[in-house]
């Protein structure tokens, strides 16, 4: 079992004036410590489950660019790109660069995006939930396309591009791995099985139900199921000196029993940097053996 960071909030007591500091030594931190991922969110506005929309929100590309700049193996994602945010050959592009830059680190973590409010507030286009997902599936087409060389032109549904050319290529092989997030049942774990390296699920009371779900999208798409890496969002809250330490290790070996082999989530006060510390020098080595 591997563990991931996922960095859902800025607003850290120093402010914006200290926040790239801040944010440099939490990666740094993660980094050293074994952490097998660093992450962020895909959102302009914060989200009402981390706190009040006002808080301070980064543009989650330009983050992950600079973070590679203070992290040598840790792969970067967003958890997850709201397909709308951005037309896909752009996306496939940025991707790519991040590849790139960051010697072959980037994951497009991709979803169909759900936050209505601030696409109204920013101007973004906010389709109907079923265009969206056509737009996903679209989206990871354009984005396959360009990283397998393709610059044929592409007439979707929604989507045209007359020369989708992405040079220079990505470094990962054959592309950058593509995580799907979300576990809706009937498209979501369907697109997973079609086109996905990996997916994320949130740890509810159905989770073994949804692996099923997912195996048996596979097994309809002649895709195997074990290639497949499962993900799961997890908050870590070790405590201030470590004293829930087991009960984490704990969890993680659920998710281990399940199939998942990484646990993917937010670090209860991150900025302190002890917690990844901690997690680094007790949880890793166990996790890793689970």
Same mark, same amino acid.
């Given at each position: ?65 600079? =973070? ?60 109907? =939930? ?30 045209? =591009? ?129």
């Amino acid at each position: 079992m591997k563990i991931g960071l996922q960095i859902p909030d800025f607003t850290y007591p120093g402010g914006p004036a200290t926040l790239g500091t801040d944010l440099a030594e939490i990666a740094r931190t993660a980094d050293d410590a074994g952490f097998a991922t660093v992450a962020v969110m895909d959102h302009f506005f914060q989200i009402g489950v981390v706190g009040p929309t006002e808080h301070d929100m980064l543009e989650a590309y330009t983050t992950l660019g600079y =973070l590679a700049g203070h992290t040598s193996r840790a792969k970067l994602l967003t958890l997850v790109t709201g397909t709308v945010y951005r037309e896909p050959g752009l996306l496939a592009k940025i991707v790519t660069t991040l590849d790139v830059l960051s010697g072959g680190r980037a994951w497009l973590g991709i979803g169909a995006a759900w936050n209505e409010e601030e696409s109204r507030g920013l101007g973004l286009p906010f389709p109907p =939930l079923a265009e969206r997902f056509e737009r996903l599936e679209e989206t990871i087409q354009i984005c396959l396309r360009m990283w397998g060389g393709d610059e044929k032109p592409y007439d979707g549904r929604h989507y045209r =591009l007359e020369r989708p050319l992405n040079s220079p290529q990505a470094l990962s092989r054959p592309h950058p791995p593509i995580l799907v997030g979300g576990g809706g049942e009937k498209k979501t774990l369907r697109l997973v099985a079609r086109y996905a390296q990996a997916c994320n699920l949130f740890p509810t009371a159905d989770l073994a139900r949804k692996l099923d779900v997912l195996r048996a999208h596979c097994d309809a798409e002649g895709r195997d199921y074990d290639e497949i890496v499962k993900t799961v969002y997890y908050r870590y809250d070790v405590g201030e000196k470590g004293e829930n330490v087991q009960r984490v290790i704990d969890d993680l070996g659920r998710f281990a029993e399940l199939g998942f082999s990484e646990a993917l989530g937010a670090v209860v006060d991150v900025h302190r940097l002890d917690p990844l510390r901690i997690l680094g020098e007790r949880v890793v080595p166990v996790a890793a053996a689970l």
